[in-house]
Each structure stands twice: as C-alpha cells, then as structure tokens.
C-alpha cells in the first residue's frame, strides 16, 4: 500500500522501516530530519509537507508526542484532514487523550476518512522487532483494512472496541506498566540495602510468579544506572494524566493509579523527564537516602 509516515521519532522510524520492510511504499514527514534521513536510507520517501506526504496515499499513519501534535496534525489549514482523499485509512499510533481521538475520529469521519485510534506498546525494542502488541479503536471493516499493515509492525494486534477505545486501552496499559516498574524499583532498593546478591536474586524473581517483562527487558540496566530512553518519564507522565481522567469520567478509582502518577511526576519535577522510565528506580533509591548503586 501507499502509507504517509508523520512523525519519525523512537517509535515511528522502526515502525515505517517495518513497513517498508514488508513492501509497502512509504512517504515520510516529521518536523526533524534525523527520522527522515533512516527512512530514505531505509528505502523511503522524504516530504517536506504533510500535504506533499498525503499526495496519493491509500493510508497515513501518525506517531506524534501527544494529543496537541495530533491535533495539529490533523487539523492545520494544509493538515491530514484538509488535504487527504475520502476514504483514506487514518491510523493514528500516538498514545493521546481518549476524548481527543473520539474528536480527531469524528472529525475525519464527517470528512469521509476512515480513522482508527491505534497506540502500541511493547516500546522501542518491540517497534524493532516489529513485535508491538496494537489496541485499536474504530470501525471493524476499517480496522480489516488496516490489518495487514498492523501486523507489519505488531505481532499482537486486537480490535477493542469503537472510536477512542484504543486509547482507553492504552492508559490501562501504562497503569500496569508503571505499577511493575515501581514494583521491581522497590524490590531492587530492598535487596541492594540487604545483605544478598542483588544480581542473583532478580534472576530468581525472573524465573517465577514475580517474573514480568520489566525484570526481562530493564532489569540490566537498571542495575548499570543506565536510563537511556526507550521510553520517556515526560511521556509516562503524560499517560498517566490520561489515566486518571479516564477514570474520573468512567467514574472508578485507581488508588495504584494515583499513588505512580504521582511518583512518576516527582521524578520529573526533580529533573528526570528526558530519563527512561525504569529511573523510578532512581526516585525510590532517593526516597530511601541511597544513591544510584543502592548504598548510603
Ligand atoms: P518521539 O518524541 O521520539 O517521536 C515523535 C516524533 O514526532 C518526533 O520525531 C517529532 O519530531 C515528531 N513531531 C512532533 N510534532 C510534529 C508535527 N507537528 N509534525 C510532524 N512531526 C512531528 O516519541 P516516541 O517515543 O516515538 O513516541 C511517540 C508516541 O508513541 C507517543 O505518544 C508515546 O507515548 C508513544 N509510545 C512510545 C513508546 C516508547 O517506548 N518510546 C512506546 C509505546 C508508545
């Protein structure tokens, strides 16, 4: 297929490489040029305008920031829903506001557009492997149409429900994750204030009911001090909000919810929102007067 790429970060390179790699033609736009040069490198198209990136394309996918970058996106004067053809697949993979993609879907229905609200998770390794798993919102004949490029960059992929229904699959999502990487931060600082072997005992957590993918995939790192993102605590923070406003309009309370939204926005009132999200490590180890190796 014909695929305009808008937004070419962590996430939206390896995916549009993805594609690529699976034979569609892919036309890029991003405000910077780091994401473009991989993907011309990679086989793709550059375009200097959303508008340009559109010309022809059976489908645009979008992997922005946050709901203002969609938004703005989608409804600049020379933006997706100006300048797409009826009944072009709109994919948007950001991780936004629910009541946001409910609007920007609507919006690009009532121009004749097919949306889908699509996030991913699975971070910056899975969009590498193309093992993303893919909760989408949406109508289900539109969703058949977007399978195929959906498994192109995504190993789960699931249809939840209608418009925004991804995206309150989503903040669900980031609800667990933040609440085991918090889990794994605390077993961490306990055992590194204990008198045991820190790098043995996580593999044994590993291997039984405490294993998750968090102690899989971080917990190397962790232990280095090494918080290179992946995925940014600025974001995590963002989908945290989303979380707890989704909750207070479904009208249920996440006590965990509240308690890591807050952690996570400790972290980076204190500086840490560019670090990778697996840092609540630092936050916990900070909260215990102990420094990045776990001692006093
Ligand atoms: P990123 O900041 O690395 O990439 C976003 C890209 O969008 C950047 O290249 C930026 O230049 C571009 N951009 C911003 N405004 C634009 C505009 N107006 N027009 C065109 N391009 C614009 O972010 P990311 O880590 O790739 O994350 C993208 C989305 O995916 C976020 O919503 C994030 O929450 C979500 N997500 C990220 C991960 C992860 O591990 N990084 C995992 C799952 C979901």
Same mark, same amino acid.
């Given at each position: 297929m014909k695929v305009a790429f808008i937004g070419l970060g962590v996430m939206g390179a390896p995916m549009a490489r993805n594609l690529l790699k699976a034979g569609h033609e892919v036309t890029g736009f991003d405000v910077v040029n780091k994401g473009l040069d991989a993907l011309v490198e990679a086989g793709g198209n550059r375009a200097g305008t959303i508008k340009a990136a559109l010309e022809g394309a059976e489908v645009a996918i979008t992997m922005l920031p946050d709901s203002p970058q969609v938004e703005e996106v989608a409804f600049a004067e020379e933006g997706l829903l100006a300048s797409a053809k009826a009944g072009l697949l709109y994919i948007d993979n950001s991780s936004i506001a629910p009541p946001v993609a409910r609007r920007v879907s609507a919006a690009a229905r009532a121009r004749g557009l097919r949306p889908l609200d699509a996030p991913v998770s699975g971070g910056e390794a899975g969009a590498i492997e193309g093992s993303l798993s893919i909760m989408v919102g949406g109508k289900a004949e539109d969703f058949e149409a977007a399978r195929a490029l959906l498994e192109a960059m995504g190993s789960t992929v699931a249809h939840? !429900? !209608?418009?925004g229904a991804g995206q309150t699959v989503k903040v669900a999502n980031q609800l667990v994750v933040a609440g085991v990487i918090e889990a794994v931060a605390e077993a961490t600082v306990l055992l590194q204030a204990s008198d045991v072997d820190v790098p043995a005992a996580l593999d044994v957590l590993a291997g &039984? @009911? /405490? !294993?998750?993918r968090i102690l899989d995939r971080k917990r190397a790192s962790m232990l280095a001090g090494d918080f290179t993102p992946g995925f940014r605590v600025d974001l995590h923070h963002k989908d945290l909000g989303n979380l707890l406003a989704t909750a207070r309009e479904v009208g249920v309370s996440l006590p965990l919810g509240g308690l890591v939204a807050e952690l996570m926005a400790a972290l980076r009132a204190r500086g &840490? !929102? =560019? @670090?990778?999200? =697996? /840092?609540l490590l630092l936050l916990v180890q900070a909260m215990s007067g102990r420094d990045g190796s776990g001692q006093k």
């Open positions: 939840v !429900g !209608g418009d &039984g @009911l /405490a !294993g998750n &840490g !929102g =560019s @670090l990778d999200h =697996s /840092a």
